[in-house]
């Protein structure tokens, strides 16, 4: 699928890391280091503009090697970029870590991961069709 990107970051495209990746990375499009105090928010532009087709989203989530070594991850996870947005892609990152972050210009920040979605009409009705299941949830099945 061909997506029409403008890049206006000084930063190469985002890329696949692997043959197999699911996801492209995004990267910190800021001048100078940024530190991250512990449980601060900031929102990290990318210099990136999309548009996507009809009927595709972008997700965009947390890299994993930030999560487990720096406790670097995003707050609102993922995050939707709809089809319809033509603004600026910019990642809320946390610091939920004890220590101060210190992050680098051009940093990989955050995969974004392109899905297919569906629009939906609701059909109300008085009652579900039943399941084993049923209305079993947050931990129904035990921890083993």
């Given amino acids: 699928m061909d ?3 403008v890049n206006l970051s000084r930063f190469a495209l985002p890329q696949y890391a692997t043959v197999h990746s699911a996801g492209l990375d995004l990267r910190a499009n800021i001048d100078q280091s940024l530190v991250i105090k512990p449980l601060e928010r900031v929102l ?3 210099g ?11 997700q965009v989530r947390p890299r ?5 070594k720096y406790g670097i991850s995003i707050v609102n996870t993922p995050g939707t970029i ?14 939920l870590s004890d220590t101060n972050f210190t992050l680098e210009p051009g940093e990989r920040i955050a995969q974004m991961v392109i ?25 129904h099945t035990g921890v083993k």
């Fill in 82 to 95: 709809d089809p319809d947005y033509r603004g600026e892609i910019k990642v809320i990152l946390v610091n």
């Fill in 44 to 46: 990290i532009p990318t």
């Fill in 115 to 139: 899905a297919r979605f569906e629009h939906i009409s609701w059909n109300e009705v008085e009652t579900l069709s039943e399941t084993e299941r049923g209305e079993g949830g947050f931990g």
């Fill in 3 to 5: 997506v029409n990107i």
């Fill in 64 to 68: 994993s090697g930030l999560a487990a």
């Fill in 48 to 58: 990136l503009y999309i548009e996507l087709p009809e009927g595709f989203e972008a």
